[in-house]
Nanobody
Framework: QVQLVESGGGLVQPGGSLRLSCAVF????????MAWYRQAPGRQRERVAR???????NYADSVKGRFTISKDNAKNTVYLQMNSLNPEDTAVYYC??????????WGQGTQVVVSL
């Protein structure tokens, strides 16, 4: 049984940084790609960053140059380093994993609030 557990969210001031972690219980090699999504109140869930098994990354335009997705295969963990945060980044952030058969797994989410 695969389980994704996010951590690292919290309250941060504008301009600050946070690093989110997604621990994968099950093998990280089971997935073709892993990603971070976010959902702000009243808005649809959007993909923020994605990383493939081979390490190829892509980002939403709104976070390019500020966010970095990475993974540590030995630790079965995916990270999202978020810098230069602004209030528009406030959302619940979700870890996502997709298998070769396009089965999706989701974490429970971690709240990020950017505010003075």
């Amino acid at each position: 049984q695969v389980q994704l557990v996010e951590s690292g969210g919290g309250l941060v001031q504008p301009g600050g940084s946070l690093r989110l972690s997604c621990a994968v219980f099950g093998s990280i090699f089971s997935f073709n790609a892993m990603a971070w999504y976010r959902q702000a109140p009243g808005r649809q869930r959007e993909r923020v960053a994605r990383i493939t098994t081979g390490g190829t990354t892509n980002y939403a335009d709104s976070v390019k140059g500020r966010f970095t997705i990475s993974k540590d295969n030995a630790k079965n963990t995916v990270y999202l380093q978020m810098n230069s945060l602004n209030p528009e980044d406030t959302a619940v952030y979700y870890c996502n994993a997709v298998t070769a058969r396009l089965t999706n797994y989701w974490g429970q989410g971690t709240q990020v609030v950017v505010s003075l």
